[in-house]
């Protein structure tokens, strides 16, 4: 069987509040912090009060409030390749996922 989908996303970057999530998934293995520059912009939280996160990305996916970060890591944010997807669905972190791929990968094949 196959299934032809389409699926519109949209991202606003800092809109809502970090507060209140909880991890819902990971970015991609391998995901640099210049690749989530490239995609989201400049981290909006580059440490947390309790210094259990660097670099914090937040916002909403079609709604739905999320974040990125690097919880507990013992590296620099510039050398992780570990990140976290916060969020109050687990369904944030595969639509977070799928617009990252979209969105870095667009960027190769636009020239």
């Not at 998934?25 to 520059?37: A, E, I, N, P």
């Not at 390749?81 to 969105?103: A, P, Q, R």
Request: aromatic share 12%.
């Amino acid at each position: 069987m196959r299934v032809n989908m389409e699926l519109d996303l949209e991202v606003q970057m800092g809109a809502g509040s970090p507060d209140g999530t909880g991890c819902q998934g990971y970015m991609t293995k391998g995901t640099t912090y210049d690749d989530l520059v490239e995609v989201f912009g400049d981290p909006q939280i580059t440490s947390s009060l309790d210094g259990k996160i660097q670099a914090e990305w937040f916002g909403r996916i079609n709604g739905l409030q999320f974040t990125i970060y690097d919880y507990k890591s013992r590296v620099a944010p510039e050398r992780s390749t570990d990140w976290h997807i916060g969020g109050k669905i687990k369904m944030v972190g595969e639509l977070l996922n799928i617009y990252f791929l979209k969105s870095f990968f667009l960027q190769f094949i636009s020239i």
